[in-house]
């Protein structure tokens, strides 16, 4: 966070901070001018009209991780609804078809204060969803899997245990060599 006579900012670039200190007097205080047109039709940037992942934040912190194939519309409906309380937002565009998986993969890692469940993906599911879909593992190879190796739960929804396909996977050649013999 770069800061200068106590106004900080995480977002704004060395740049655009010595232009908005160039603007301050010597008690740290801004003038109250409206931007020049110029300045407003050459620093616009287009809305993402793009399919993607959103993180809205507060104060800076993840509170919700979310999809859409419009994400400026949708960020849109979030003020317009007024339920989830955010300051800013941050976007990363995606292919649709993997939208699911990167979603859920977000919610998994930041475990944000909105987000109470996560959506049906190809690689995050509950423990006896992973039964037969790893090789041809039982659910009594896949609950040996995860204790012996200590796999922890990528999320946790009441008493509902979430993993990773792929952290099951890498163990599966060597629990098929040990015990499958």
Known sequence: MRTRNGFQSPNWTQEELEIIWKQADE?????????????????????PKLPGIYYLLRDYDIVYVGQAIDIDKRIKDHVREGIKKFDSYYYQYCPVMALDDLEAMAICKYQ?????????????????????????????DVSEII???????????????????????????????????
């Open 27 to 47: 008690a740290g205080n801004f003038p109250l001018m409206v931007a020049e047109e110029n300045d407003i039709i050459s620093h616009a940037r287009p809305a």
């Open 112 to 140: 944000p204060e909105y987000n109470v469940t996560i959506p049906k993906n190809n690689y995050i599911m509950r423990q006896p969803e992973l039964a037969g879909r790893v090789g041809a593992l039982t659910q009594e």
């Open 147 to 181: 204790s012996t190796n200590n796999i922890k739960p990528v999320w946790i929804q009441g008493d509902i245990k979430y993993y990773d396909e792929r952290e099951i996977e890498v163990y599966c050649d060597e629990y098929y060599q040990r015990y499958k013999k």
